[in-house]
């Protein structure tokens, strides 16, 4: 078996992580255990580009009880938890391509091994499997059957991408399914992106001003988050609508420029280019702290950052202070790369159940229906959407009323009025 991890010794403290993380992941085992008898992914090779952490190692069980022959490769370098990967390995037989802050060239290099596997579904967290299947891999779509994605920044790739009438294969958006961005976007990115800010900085949230870049289902959850911890929120939008329902929730809106000199600690969780630039950096309060949870390291011009400063120092693990030549400092966390996978172990596995259970399906529907899908985006079903969260439900033991005749009829009917 091919692979490459940081040291295959490290593979006993992953697989307690493993196994600890499966306890909190109720739906996954449920149709783990339903994969394990009916086999659906029988003889099917899938290449995963994902988050390399605990829960992902779960999700790599669940594929493989179901008969697939996976391979895993890191969606991020700094995510990946090496003792994790180590134990993927040795205790379950799952080859995986992923170290810890491997450079770029390491990055794509194991990308690379992953579809030299000539996989028939690609599993993306940011469609950089399909990006490549669509450019220098082009050569093995002839293998593809379809697949599946996780994140907002991966669907918004992928849905460019059919709009040009230029996506390959069909691909179901997992992250748009309600079990998925309802519950991982906005609890898991909340507390996720918080657990990340405290544990590079141990920093005192009450009191503070936090400034939200964006307020889509993630920037939505962290401004819950920080303002539960005693944080007073300003958030910054460029969606009228977005921005609306943040005043209505009770935040202050602002412009990043008015936000700028105000705001104590900033994160940007919108999905675009340099959300935070020097004009806005040269505002901010001395001491000021500054980090991504969005998908990719784009969001804050760390270039333009550089050009306007004097000094850069690393103050402590994951954390680079930068003195502007205006003689203030501005503490940039994880290099901007999203901070709750890279200081902190991403979302609790018990909302990555419901995600992973998401693509799990995915995966089936796939495998069932490939030859009749068409070129394009799919959503995940009702049908899927209503189990997950019932099977959720009930390992929650939350138990919830059922439509009574009456109430059916009224539903379906227009005759009845005032
Ligand atoms: N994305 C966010 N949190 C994650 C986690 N714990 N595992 C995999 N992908 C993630």
């Known amino acids: 078996m091919k692979y490459d991890v940081k040291n295959v010794k490290l593979a006993p403290a992953g697989k307690k992580r493993i196994l600890w993380a499966e306890k909190q992941m109720d739906v996954l085992r449920q149709i783990s255990a339903r994969f394990a008898k009916q086999k659906p992914l029988k003889g099917v090779k899938m290449a995963a580009c994902l988050h390399v952490t605990a829960e992902t190692a779960n999700l790599m069980r669940t594929l493989k009880a179901g008969g697939a022959s996976v391979v895993l490769c890191a969606s991020n370098p700094l995510s990946t938890q090496d003792e994790v990967a180590a134990s993927l390995v040795k205790d379950f037989g799952i080859p995986v391509f992923a170290r810890n802050n491997i450079d770029r060239k390491g990055y794509y290099r194991h990308l690379n091994s992953a579809l030299d596997t000539k996989p028939n579904l690609s599993m993306d967290d940011g469609a950089d499997l399909v990006s490549l299947l669509h450019t220098k891999r082009k050569d093995l779509v002839k293998h593809i059957f379809g697949g599946t994605e996780e994140t907002t920044t991966g669907v918004i790739r992928l849905k460019a991408l059919a709009e040009q009438k230029k996506l390959l294969y069909p691909i179901v958006a997992v992250n748009d399914a309600q079990t998925k961005h309802f519950f991982d976007n906005r609890y898991g990115t909340g507390q996720s992106t918080l657990d990340g800010i405290i544990r590079a900085t141990n920093i005192l949230l009450a009191g503070k001003t936090v400034v939200v870049a964006g307020y889509g289902w993630c920037g939505r959850g962290f401004a819950l988050k920080a303002k539960a911890m005693g944080a007073k929120v ?18 202050e809106v602002k412009t990043m420029l008015q936000a700028a000199s105000v705001g104590d600690i900033f994160c940007t969780l919108t999905g675009d280019i340099h959300v935070i630039r020097k004009e806005h950096f ?11 949870s969005g998908h990719f390291d784009v969001e804050l011009d760390l270039v333009g950052l550089k050009k306007i ?15 502007l030549k205006n003689g203030r400092a501005v503490n940039v966390l994880a290099e901007g790369r999203l ?31 490939y030859k009749h899908l068409e070129k394009r985006v799919y959503d995940v079903t009702q049908k899927t959407d209503d189990y997950i969260a019932t099977a959720k439900l009930k390992a929650m033991g939350v138990s919830i009323d059922k439509l009574t005749a ?8 227009w005759e009845m009025g005032t």
């Open 406 to 413: 009456e109430q059916q009829k009224y539903l379906t009917s």
């Open 339 to 369: 901070i709750n996978l890279a200081s902190a172990e991403g979302h609790p596995a018990s909302v990555m159940d419901m995600s992973f259970a998401n693509q799990s399906l995915a995966a089936e529907f796939v495998v069932k229906n």
């Open 309 to 323: 400063s004097k000094k850069v120092e690393t103050v402590r693990p994951f954390v680079q202070a930068y003195t």
């Open 282 to 292: 040269a505002k901010m309060k001395n001491n000021a702290v500054v980090c991504n």
């Open 234 to 251: 300003i958030v910054t939008e460029v969606e009228a609508v977005k921005a609306l329902e943040a005043v209505m929730d009770g935040f």
